[in-house]
């Protein structure tokens, strides 16, 4: 059934007609083209498709529209302001963290959601924090380091 959904997407607020069990991840590639949100295993266990949904990561792969209603999502698009790159993304890069990509976007909002809730974790917070969100490519050591670079940068007051 289609239905108009109201919400925040990066905080904007947004109306669009669709089916209300759409997943979020195909409105915001296909409808929105926010494509920096990756389509994975569809199944909610790579994290690939992580947003940021009032304040917590969740997998946008199995979260349909009418749960979105009223709701503020952030994607990775939104997450660096007025052109300035977010501390993690500054981090990501700087560390090389990223190898291909692909679960970029994912393994960084998770890690948002991480230092929202604990801006100062050790390594093990922050492997069990990141566990649920696959990367092949083997940089997870770098991912590590790019998540305590930013935590160190965020405390000392710089774009929470």
């Known amino acids: ?8 997407l990066n905080g904007k607020a947004t109306m669009l007609e669709t089916e209300e069990d759409r997943s979020l991840l195909a409105v915001l590639r296909s409808d929105l083209g926010l494509t920096g949100t990756k389509y994975g295993c569809g199944e909610s266990h790579c994290g690939v498709c992580t947003v940021i949904i009032d304040g917590e990561a969740v997998r946008s792969c199995e979260y349909q529209m009418s749960d979105v209603a009223g709701k503020s999502v952030m994607t990775i698009e939104g997450l660096e302001k007025n052109g300035t790159l977010h501390p ?33 974790p050790g390594r093990d917070d922050i492997l069990t924090g990141l566990e649920d969100n696959l990367c092949r490519c083997g940089a997870h050591h770098r991912i590590v380091l790019a998540v305590q670079e930013a935590a160190a940068k965020m405390a000392g007051g710089n774009n929470k």
């Open 88 to 120: 993690l993304q500054q981090a990501f890069m700087e560390h090389d963290a990223l190898q291909c990509g692909y679960c970029t976007p994912g393994m960084i909002l998770t890690a948002y959601e991480l230092l929202q809730k604990n801006p100062q």
């Open 1 to 8: 059934m289609r239905q108009t959904i109201k919400f925040t």
